[in-house]
Nanobody, 124 residues
């Protein structure tokens, strides 16, 4: 099992930027694809960025494409989410998730480990 701890959330004005970090521990950080999900009140938890183990493949839905960027540093067991051009509709709790395979999945059910979440609030 992988333990995940997110950090970097906060309050930012529309148009601003934040960088989220997720540090993994508990097992060898190998052949693990990672994802960032978000959940707003009353809504589903949706994938906003995914990255393969190698970092060669990434995925973004249209809602964040061109504004968000996921990256990873396997030597530090850390995944990042750089968020630029933030909008009020980006307000949500952001979760880091891991799945024990090298490839990205769009389904939250494919991820077996989750962080506790970090709040991102974008004011207009």
């Amino acid at each position: 099992q992988v333990q995940l701890v997110e950090s970097g959330g906060g309050l930012v004005q529309a148009g601003g930027s934040l960088r989220l970090s997720c540090v993994a521990s508990g097992r060898i950080f190998s052949n693990i694809a990672m994802g960032w999900f978000r959940q707003a009140p009353g809504k589903e938890r949706d994938l906003v960025a995914g990255i393969s183990w190698s970092g060669s493949y990434t995925y973004y839905p249209d809602s964040v494409k061109g504004r968000f960027a996921i990256s990873r540093d396997n030597a530090k067991n850390t995944v990042y989410l750089q968020m630029n051009g933030l909008k009020p509709e980006d307000t949500a709790v952001y979760y880091c998730a891991a799945r024990t395979t090298a490839s990205i999945s769009y389904s939250r059910d494919a991820y077996s480990s989750w962080g506790q979440g970090t709040q991102v609030t974008v004011s207009s």
